[in-house]
Structure formats: structure tokens, C-alpha cells
């Protein structure tokens, strides 16, 4: 008996494999996939700015790691006793305005050189909705939990979403000419835009994303918006709040990117390297115990085994862990 739909999911031209370089940004969705691909092992750089949901923020951050941006005092603002960037997520705020600009730079610095060497970027984008500072006409990427006066809140057009992805794309074919590029629209509602306006913000982004992926030759789209939506299709495949995916949907649709866009080769690996991850990440209550010092002897020699066929896994933590 058949259940659900079928989504047939084109497979992505390029497959990932495992020396491949991944920068991930957009939407808390993005932090979910880029998590698992952590767990297996793969070179990932997540959400350099912290999450971003709407698409001139996307752009915005691409341009800034592609001109190697510098942010100075001058660009922070100090609102409930913390110093605050509009562009960044709330993660880079700090009571102390050098030491904020200290990890805003950093981060920068770090996302300069990735986005230069990335094979891939994965773009998650949450909602169409725009904030504009109502003071300067300045987008911005969180409202900091500023006055709700401060700003004017825009549903942006689709031209405007295109042009500015695209010109962020343009540029950084300039730095990367062989970068494949996935768009994945996020699943999470935004229902503090109420659930029509939130379908008109979804909408208006996958039409964008697609119009983007027709332009651009190594350009993909992947359907995580239509596995949660169309497939699944029910409020038990959500957490309590009904607006976030709960672990079985997101499991589901990290199947179907492994399927869809992953090199079967790395498939193989990865069964391999999250039964190490796994294993690393399992606290023993007897930690002197015989037994416990054999399990951890065998995992030295599968690491040491896999790192000898495979020189690029990165499995320097788990060794010392399993070697200690």
C-alpha cells in the first residue's frame, strides 16, 4: 500500500564527495544538514554570518567573504547592554564591542578564504519578508529585538531577489569559476506572518530559486521544502510548535540529499565514519573496565585503518579520544 506521494529528485550532476569543500548559509534549516554532514566528516563551513532567512542577507554575506570585508566599530550598534551588528545573527553580539567585532571578523576572515576553495554552496532561504531600519532605508539581517518602530517590514519581489542573488553569484563565479551551487528552500513556517503570508513568502522564493537555477549551469535545486510539505505532510512530523520539522522529518530529508546529491562512493564511507562518530559520542559508566579499553582498541584500528586507505577523513579527534 502506498502512502505518500513520490518525488522523483533529479540526482545532482556533480555528486559531493568526501574531499569536496561545503559552505552552508541561510535559514536554522541549514544548521540542521550541516550538522549531519559535520557528523560524517565533511570539510563544511556553516552560516558564517549565524542564520540568515531572507534573501538580500544571503547575498549580502556572500559579497562580504568574496571583498574579504572588515567590520569596524562604527558598524556595530549597542542596544540591551550588548554591542550588535544588523548584519550578523545574535551569536556575534557581546557586551564588549572589541570582542564582537573580534568574532564578526574573524568568522569574515575564515569565510574568505573558504568561499574561494568551496566545491560547493548550499543556500537555504527562509522568507521572503524584508526589515528595512525605517531611519537609514538599511535591510537587515535580525532585528536584534530592537523597538518594532525601528523598522518597516517588506515582502520583497521576485526581480529583486533574483537581482541580488545574482549579482552575489556573478561575483563569486569571478573568485570560483567551478562552484556548484544547491538551493533548498526552508521548510520552517514563518507563522508570525500568518499562515497566507507565509505561503506568499514561500512561493515567492521558489520561484526566484528556480529562475536562478535556469540561469546558472551549475545550479540545483533540492526539494526540502516539497519533502516536508507535499510528502510528509502532517503535523506529527513537526515539533510541538507545529512550525519546525521534528528529528524524523529532518532524517527523511537528509536520506534524500544523501540519495539525491551525495557520490555513491561517499555513501559507502559514510556508514564507516558514523559508527565512529557514534561511537566517539557513547559515554561509558565504567570507563576502567576491560571491556571498555578493548572497545576502544578496535576503534583505533578501524580509524587507523580507514585514515590509511582514506588520507583526507579528518579523524584526528576521535583517534586521540579511542587512543587515550
Request: aromatic share 12%; proline share 5%.
Amino acid at each position: 500500500m502506498q502512502l505518500t506521494l513520490e518525488l522523483n529528485i533529479p540526482p545532482l550532476q556533480r555528486p559531493i564527495k568526501y574531499p569536496n569543500k561545503v559552505l552552508l548559509i541561510g535559514s536554522c534549516f541549514t544548521e540542521n544538514m550541516s550538522e549531519r554532514l559535520v557528523q560524517h566528516k565533511f570539510d563544511v563551513l556553516s552560516n558564517p554570518h549565524g542564520i540568515l532567512f531572507n534573501p538580500l542577507s544571503v547575498a549580502h554575506s556572500l559579497e562580504s567573504y568574496i571583498n574579504n570585508k572588515e567590520y569596524k566599530r562604527e558598524d556595530l550598534f549597542y542596544l540591551n547592554e550588548l554591542w550588535n551588528s544588523w548584519d550578523h545573527h545574535t551569536r556575534f553580539s557581546h557586551t564588549d564591542a572589541d570582542s564582537a567585532l573580534h568574532l564578526i571578523n574573524q568568522s569574515q576572515g575564515e569565510a574568505a578564504g573558504f568561499i574561494r576553495e568551496a566545491d560547493y554552496i548550499i543556500i537555504t532561504l527562509g522568507s521572503a519578508f524584508q526589515y528595512y531600519l525605517t531611519e537609514h532605508n538599511k535591510p537587515v539581517a535580525n532585528n536584534h529585538r530592537a523597538p518594532a518602530q525601528w523598522f518597516e517590514k517588506r515582502l520583497l519581489d521576485i526581480t529583486i531577489i533574483t537581482s541580488a542573488i545574482s549579482h552575489a553569484i556573478d561575483r563569486l563565479l569571478q573568485v570560483n569559476p567551478g562552484v556548484n551551487i544547491i538551493f533548498t528552500i526552508s521548510p520552517v513556517r514563518h507563522i508570525r506572518d500568518g499562515v497566507v503570508d507565509n505561503n506568499r513568502s514561500k512561493a515567492r522564493l521558489i520561484e526566484a530559486v528556480h529562475e536562478l537555477c535556469g540561469k546558472y549551469e551549475h545550479a540545483y535545486y533540492f526539494p526540502a521544502y516539497e519533502l516536508i510539505i507535499d510528502i510528509l505532510r502532517d503535523y506529527r512530523y513537526y515539533d510541538i510548535d507545529f512550525v519546525h520539522p521534528n528529528y524524523l522529518a529532518t532524517s527523511f530529508v537528509w536520506e534524500q540529499f544523501v540519495k539525491s546529491c551525495i557520490h555513491p562512493d561517499a555513501q559507502s564511507l559514510m556508514k564507516d565514519v558514523l559508527e565512529i562518530s557514534t561511537a566517539r559520542a557513547h559515554r561509558t559508566r565504567f570507563p576502567d573496565t576491560e571491556a571498555h579499553q578493548k572497545f576502544k582498541a578496535s576503534y583505533v584500528q578501524k580509524i587507523t585503518a580507514l585514515q590509511k586507505k582514506f588520507p583526507f577523513l579528518k579523524l584526528e579527534e576521535e583517534l586521540q579520544y579511542f587512543s587515550s
